[in-house]
């Protein structure tokens, strides 16, 4: 869940109610999967396509990880000898969507402490013991005052728990002071014990077998495309084993058909909150168009592209699309807010304090990540802009390590081939 400070209180446990569905279900195409990173191990590394050498682009990772963990701009902060947090310093609180981002970027980059750190105070301050919510987080903590800006879980919080414990579970084993699938498990089968008491529910709306956006009350009823990651629900039908395998791959692939009618604009951009339809949802705090969220859509694909390549032909179309509006705007000018028809917005969602359209490196980086789709004519303009973009302040002071950075360094690690499926290993 990624929005402004002055929308955190406003973000309730009840929310208007989902409309009626539209648009039509157009089926993903299937592609072998043998030809798959996920399969073959063989993942693109689209910088070295691009001409960088390797060593230069070690580097740039490691200095991308450095500047968003280490750095004087850092938002990783550790706690006494045992914990630490991310923080969304310009909002001033940590947020499951930047503990669980930490999270991934630790086990994929083989970062142990960090990411046990990390969990352990994720489970510490965010995670619910007992009540209707149990074994979920609260989304938001000031961390001046460790006092809860919401009880309620946004659910790609969760999301990206459950498939980065899986994923540690995977690289470290379970063995080495934290059960990693233990607590993936206990995430799951807490969702799967909501029933509606209290007025939670699953992370996913079991009927619609799609991610909530928040899995209470009416905000159960619609969604978020960025929370669409079908390449994470087909790593929890492969590695989590708790008897809903076939469930998670409906979703992943329900997942895709819905980004078809999300994604249907000839720009290729998507409302940052929806109905389950593609429909857009406005909200309390802002009128439907391409916001912050909205620019992880294009990462996700090129994510579910290059593992599981199950809807090849529609995704580098939708690549194609999305890139090509871009250019429309100019690749180092484009703005980070739209509506879907390229249009600006008249109301423009605030940054932190800060209410302005820019071009954000946020939106740069997954907008480059969508050339591991392989658009026609291959171009590899975007992959260039972002190797040529920096982590730094803009020219009127306004700097975003948070949500920029882990952006950028995400996207930097799935052009160099480093986010992978991380299989079991043995210990």
């Keep these: 869940m990624h929005r402004s400070k002055h929308v955190l209180l406003a973000v309730g446990l009840l929310f208007a109610g989902a409309a009626p569905g539209y648009g039509q279900h157009s089926s993903p195409q299937k592609k072998p999967a043998s030809t798959a990173a996920a399969y073959t191990n063989a993942y693109p590394n689209l910088l070295r396509e691009a001409g960088y050498n390797q060593a230069d682009i070690d580097r740039k990772v490691a200095q991308a990880y450095h500047d968003v963990f280490e750095g004087p701009n850092k938002v990783y902060f550790a706690v006494g000898d045992s ?43 965010l995670q619910h013991q007992s009540g209707p919510l149990e074994g979920y987080f ?105 008897g809903h395998a076939q469930f998670y791959r409906d979703c992943a692939d329900t997942s895709r058909v819905f980004l078809h009618r999300a994604c249907a604009a000839p720009t290729g951009l998507n409302y940052d ?65 739209f509506n879907v028809d390229g249009s600006l917005p008249d109301f423009i969602l605030p940054a932190g304090k800060v209410k302005k359209l820019r071009h954000s490196l946020g939106l740069v980086a997954t907008s480059a990540s969508a050339s591991l789709m392989r658009p026609a004519p291959p171009q590899l303009d975007f992959v260039h802009a972002l190797w040529n973009a920096k982590l730094a302040p803009y020219e009127d002071g306004y700097f975003d390590p948070y949500y920029d950075g882990l952006l950028y360094l995400f996207s930097l690690m799935h052009l160099s081939g480093k986010y992978q499926v991380i299989k079991p290993q043995t210990h």
């Design 83 to 125: 914990m630490a947090y991310v923080s969304d310093v310009k909002n001033e609180d940590a947020r499951t969507e930047g503990l669980s981002y930490g999270m991934m970027v630790a086990v994929q980059l083989n970062k142990k402490e960090v990411f046990d750190r990390l969990w352990r105070w994720s489970k510490k301050y």
């Design 273 to 337: 909150y929806t109905e389950f339809s593609g429909k857009p949802h406005s909200t309390r705090w802002a009128p439907a168009a391409f916001r912050y969220d909205s620019w992880r859509v294009p990462m996700n694909i090129a994510m579910d592209y290059v593992w599981f390549g199950k809807d090849r032909t529609w995704q580098q179309q939708y690549a194609q699309r999305f890139q090509d509006f871009l250019r429309t705007k100019g690749l180092n000018t484009f703005e980070d807010q």
């Design 138 to 242: 609260a989304w938001s903590i000031n961390t001046a005052t460790m006092k809860r800006n919401s009880e309620g879980p946004a659910s790609d919080g969760e999301l990206y728990f459950v498939t980065s414990l899986l994923f540690a579970a995977n690289r470290w084993g379970n063995a080495t002071g934290i059960n990693y699938y233990q607590e993936a498990r206990r995430i799951l089968d807490a969702s799967w014990k909501k029933n509606g008491t209290g007025d939670v529910h699953n992370l996913f709306n079991t009927k619609a077998k799609q991610i909530s956006f928040v899995p209470v009350g009416d905000m159960y009823n619609w969604t978020d495309p960025s929370y669409h990651v079908p390449a994470f629900l087909e790593v929890w039908a492969t590695y989590a084993k708790d």
